[in-house]
């Protein structure tokens, strides 16, 4: 009976060799922009682990999934082009024409970043077709992001695998486990900056809060002066 770990590395190795895995990178890659529950990103940082162990090259890998992610997005792009009038009658205005407002001043931005927080590039994808965002600017802060986003994924997998790379199992443990590591950090350090954002909201709140309160209690002793020394009449 052959051994179960032997059989695994055995699987893993053959899967990973295959010619066929930049092409299954490029499909789900498609895939994953429109649809966020198929995560494409455990298969590009798997192929970055390969790319230690010599059985992929990182520049093919980190093109193909930049590919696909380019195609994919353009695809929801259209999607929410052609699904915009519908949005316009179904949302309350004022969210619509603010997300256009959002997009107008800070849309390559949010296309570069979005892509980085769970669904956020399915959501910015959409809402800049929704909202008419012009399609040479999408284009264009696409195509950079998707470059970004694939490098950064391959290279989390290339990494913590790097010392790895006689052991095609153990390399694919340690990748993922850093690659988890990495993302648990940005994504920790992402909510304490947006909880110490909002915590500044609420403190500016309060204190226009404060001000406005203590304006009429002010103004209403000036009335009062006022009318005092109007009801004493003019001064002999």
């Not at 789900?28 to 790319?51: H, N, T």
């Not at 010599?54 to 929801?76: H, N, R």
């Not at 209690?217 to 001064?235: E, I, K, S």
Request: hydrophobic share 50%; charged share 20%; aromatic share 6%.
């Amino acid at each position: 009976m052959p051994d179960p770990v032997e059989l695994l590395r055995a699987v893993t190795e053959a899967a990973l060799a295959s010619p066929w895995l930049l092409a299954v990178i490029v499909g789900m890659a498609v895939v994953d922009a429109l649809l966020p529950v198929v995560p494409s990103e455990a298969l590009i940082i798997a192929a970055g682990v390969a790319a230690v162990t010599g059985e992929q090259d990182l520049v093919a890998v980190i093109a193909a999934a930049a590919t696909g992610s380019f195609l994919g997005e353009c695809a929801g792009y259209l999607v929410g082009r052609r699904i915009g009038p519908a949005v316009r009658h179904r949302f309350p205005a004022e969210h619509y024409h603010r997300a256009a407002c959002l997009l107008e001043r800070r849309g390559g931005l949010v296309l570069l970043t979005a892509r980085f927080v769970p669904a956020g590039r399915t959501v910015a994808t959409l809402a800049s077709g929704a909202t008419g965002y012009p399609a040479a600017r999408f284009v264009g802060f696409t195509a950079v992001g998707t470059v970004l986003s694939a490098a950064w994924q391959a290279l989390l997998g290339f990494v913590g695998g790097a010392a790895f790379a006689h052991d095609t199992v153990t390399a694919l443990a340690v990748g993922f486990g850093f690659a988890t590591l990495v993302g648990a950090a940005l994504e920790g350090g992402r909510r304490l900056i947006g909880a110490r954002r909002a915590s500044l909201r609420v403190v500016q709140r309060r204190s226009v809060r404060w001000r406005y309160e203590r304006l009429p209690r002010t103004t209403d002793r000036a009335d009062r002066r006022g009318r005092h020394l109007a009801d004493a009449g003019p001064a002999r």
